[in-house]
């Protein structure tokens, strides 16, 4: 009897410790997820100045590269499949920044509605498949997502 | 009576099996490390750099697979009153925060170089932060009280508690929006990695689980010989007095 | 052949060999060091009792 006492302690204060987490997370939503889709941020209409995180694609065709004065200055577009954010950003790019794959910039909006980022980070996708593959896939056509933004960025 | 039989059994056939797991451990340690290193082709993206996997998803999984562990025998020792199932989540605390530490060294290693940064304040990151802490406080339960009954009973209350990160840390790629990527292994419509890379993963996970369970027992050994130790000083002790 | 990013890979298995060695070398060692502390202890119970039976 008394084993069975402690069985039902235990799981009815896992029950409701379980309950009242659940209810904090829900109620601090806003602050853990780590950044705002293009989406949102045309929704939320954020103020210039305001410091965020941006998350999404990188659009393809839309880096551009220029050197001025010795910095390397980036330009590319974020999109999120329905909304898109310009974004501008001085410094070197992760090496997994690609056109296509996902990113996450932290910055403000600047008074012309561009995104100017102080940092840019690559964000992985959970797929992993050896070169060679890939390589194949490529020569027969069958690949299309990573549009190189080298071969781009060499030539602007 | 099985109070006092138990852990004498528990010696016995742990010191029978133990050369065949540390035999086993070594031998998936050399497959695994094989496949990791050599076998394993490039990946598309990352080339070489991606082959932290293989010791970071074993440490991160062995993190998780601890405390889930900590969790299941506290709660047979709290309910059951065994006193072998309450050593055994004692013996793997430390264990088990040494497996977070390496996840997070190996994360932020592999993320300087991927994503651009060693750390950031993502929903995955931080659980798995936190889980070193809750570790560090159950291993903190057994260090400080020295009563055995009570700080059973603690540690098992500080073992629930922090069960509800653990299942955070799991859902946190998918619950919020995180740098850190969605899982490659444990998804429902099956793993993202094939071939040869699938088998290095497999192969180290099944190491490191295998290394596991080789200190596990040695420590549990240890935890039961100090119970000995003790009541015999004690016996002597009362002997002289 | 060692590219940038190869310190990293390299870094990552070196830390996780030191963290399982560790691991491997302070269990098995204290096992080791309780196994002969009991065993004196359990002589030392031995010599006692023999003590009183010879009085």
């Given at each position: 009897?008394?084993?069975?006492?402690?069985?039902?302690?235990?799981?009815?204060?896992?029950?409701?410790?379980?309950?009242?987490?659940?209810?904090?997370?829900s109620a601090l939503e806003d602050s853990i997820r780590l950044f705002y889709d293009p989406t949102e941020i045309v929704e939320k209409g954020i103020k210039?100045?305001?410091?965020?995180?941006?998350?999404?694609?990188?659009?393809?065709?839309?880096?551009?590269?220029?050197?001025?004065?010795?910095?390397?200055?980036?330009?590319?577009?974020?999109?999120?499949?329905?909304?898109?954010?310009?974004?501008?950003?001085?410094?070197?790019?992760p090496d997994l920044f690609r056109e296509g794959q996902g990113v996450v910039a932290e910055g403000s909006m600047n008074s012309a509605g561009v995104f100017v980022a102080t940092e840019v980070l690559a964000k992985h996708d959970e797929n992993y498949m050896p070169k060679e593959v890939i390589d194949s896939l490529k020569k027969r056509g069958e690949w299309q997502r990573d549009k190189s933004a080298k071969t781009k960025a060499g030539a602007s | 009576m099985h109070k006092f039989a138990n852990p004498a059994r528990f010696m016995r056939l742990s010191n029978m099996f133990l050369p065949w797991i540390a035999g086993i451990t070594v031998l998936l340690f050399a497959l695994g490390l094989y496949y990791a290193l050599v076998a394993a082709p490039e990946d598309y993206q990352m080339g070489s750099t991606y082959r932290i996997m293989f010791v970071h998803v074993p440490a991160a999984y062995m993190a998780q697979f601890g405390y889930g562990a900590i969790a299941v025998a506290s709660a047979v020792g709290f309910i059951w009153k065994h006193p072998l199932a309450d050593q055994a989540a004692r013996a793997i605390g430390p264990v088990g925060a040494a497996f977070t530490a390496l996840a997070l060294i190996t994360g932020s290693l592999w993320g300087k170089p991927m994503w651009g940064t060693y750390w950031i304040w993502d929903a995955r990151l931080t659980s798995m932060l936190i889980l070193f802490f809750v570790y560090l406080g159950y291993i903190a339960v057994w260090q400080t009280i020295e009563d055995h009954a009570r700080a059973a009973k603690i540690a098992a209350i500080v073992a629930m508690v922090g069960l509800v990160n653990v299942i955070i840390i799991k859902f946190s790629v998918d619950w919020w929006n995180t740098l850190h990527q969605p899982a490659s292994l444990m998804r429902m419509d099956g793993p993202t990695i094939g071939g040869d890379m699938l088998a290095a993963l497999l192969l180290m996970i099944a190491a490191f689980n295998m290394f596991f369970f080789t200190i596990i027992i040695w420590r549990i050994q240890s935890l039961i010989l100090r119970r000995r130790i003790r009541s015999l000083r004690m016996q002597l002790g009362g002997g002289r007095g | 052949m060692m590219e940038g990013n190869d310190v990293f890979l390299?870094?990552?298995?070196?830390?996780?060999?030191?963290?399982?060695?560790?691991?491997?070398?302070?269990?098995?060692?204290?096992k080791k060091k309780d196994e002969a502390t009991l065993r004196k202890l359990e002589a030392q119970i031995r010599d006692l009792t023999d003590k009183q039976g010879k009085k």
């Open positions: 009897m008394r084993k069975k006492r402690r069985l039902y302690l235990m799981l009815t204060s896992i029950a409701v410790l379980g309950l009242a987490v659940l209810l904090v997370l210039p100045g305001q410091d965020f995180r941006l998350g999404g694609l990188v659009a393809t065709d839309s880096l551009e590269r220029h050197e001025i004065k010795g910095a390397m200055v980036n330009k590319f577009t974020v999109t999120d499949g329905n909304e898109t954010v310009d974004v501008t950003y001085v410094g070197l790019l | - | 390299l870094f990552s298995y070196v830390a996780s060999a030191v963290v399982l060695v560790a691991l491997f070398v302070t269990s098995l060692w204290t």
